[in-house]
């Protein structure tokens, strides 16, 4: 199966990506849907880490067991649709068969950590009562330990790093092949973050990540005046500071290869056509395929939300603090006629 998936810095336009690619024939769209369980914490990252180049006995169990929860917490219910939604009820299924083949063997036992993980509260009655316990009736005792967790299971496990990566492709093509009716290609948002892509493509078999970036003026004013979530900095100095902090990597980390390809937003808005020919050429796709042209992604349209410092009213000395911040990551914005 061929993946095809955006990775971005929040706000910096990855859904352009997404939409463009959504537009050709034989693409399997998972809409502007995040399936980030592959990067999460406590995803299969983290699970890789645990089992394979950090094992141990406490870990490694209970590795499995946070992405046991990361799989309910993905589930989504009545109150919100999550991954069992689009994958029809396979969410679960696949992602469970998934820890029983990485689980080697089981048995019943606990350690600190499983206390933890129910609470504060439960982890101080129980460590009361042992005090209690060895003030009293094992005083002679002191190596026991009260066992109010006896059904509690710990998970085994430690794969090869070869057995970790067949298992995780996998369980990652049997997820989407359930769902995207033999398409060529499935195009799915966000499955990988920008940063350590060497580490992420080890999962998947075949893979194109586009890496969107963005005027970081643009962000700064729609965060601040427009979406207001809340999620980044919108005092200038520490968005400046956010802003260099989650694009470092790139000093040291290529984001030019087969696999990946760096895409300024921008780019896509007024330099469409050549743009799309540089994304068509490096995803295989043709022009023939491209039946729905504009239906998802309209650059005419998404030219509204560039440059928006200067059709917002906003403080133009935040403006001006940014440019000079951050000079390196300006877009050269064509004069328009």
């Known amino acids: 199966m061929k993946f095809v998936s955006c990775a971005s810095y929040y706000g910096s336009g990855s859904s352009a990506i997404t939409d463009f690619v959504s537009e050709f024939d034989g693409v399997f769209s998972f ?21 394979v180049q950090n094992f141990n006995r406490h870990n490694s169990g ?6 046991k929860n990361l799989v309910d917490f993905y589930c989504g219910n009545i109150l919100g649709k999550k991954y069992e939604t689009f994958f029809h009820g396979n969410w679960k299924k696949y992602s469970y068969e998934y820890i029983d083949k990485l ?20 982890y101080f009655r129980k460590r009361i009562l042992n005090k209690i316990l060895h003030m009293t009736i094992w005083k002679n005792h002191p190596e026991r330990t009260l066992n109010t967790m006896k059904k509690e299971i710990t998970y085994c496990s430690h794969p090869t790093e070869e057995d970790f990566l067949n298992y995780t492709k996998e369980y990652i093509e049997s997820l989407f092949s359930s769902v995207s009716n033999g398409a060529d290609t499935v195009m799915v948002d966000q499955i990988v973050p920008p940063t350590n892509l060497a580490r992420y493509l080890r999962y998947f078999n075949d893979i194109k990540v586009a890496v969107v970036d963005r ?24 968005f400046c500071k956010w802003f260099k902090y989650t694009r470092e990597h790139r000093k040291n980390e290529s984001l030019e290869s087969d696999s990946v390809c760096y895409v300024q937003f921008e780019d896509m808005v007024y330099h469409y056509e050549e743009t799309k ?28 939300n560039t440059q928006t410092w200067k059709k917002i009213e906003c403080d133009q000395n935040e403006i001006r603090f940014i440019e000079k911040e951050l000079s390196d990551y300006l877009y050269n914005f064509p004069q328009l006629k």
Request: proline residues 4%.
């Open 31 to 51: 809409t502007d849907e995040e399936f980030r369980f592959v990067q999460d914490p406590d995803g299969i990252s983290d699970l890789e880490y645990n089992l």
């Open 103 to 122: 689980t080697e063997f089981t048995y019943n036992g606990w350690w600190q950590y499983d206390l933890m993980d129910k609470g504060t509260f439960f």
């Open 215 to 238: 005027d970081p003026r643009d962000i700064f004013v729609l965060e601040k005046y427009v979406w207001k979530d809340g999620i980044i900095p919108t005092d200038v100095e520490t």
């Open 277 to 304: 020919k540089v994304l068509m050429e490096w995803l295989g796709l043709c022009e023939e395929r491209h039946h729905e042209k504009n239906k998802f992604f309209d650059p005419n349209l998404s030219i509204r």
């Open 62 to 67: 209970h590795a499995l067991k946070r992405y």
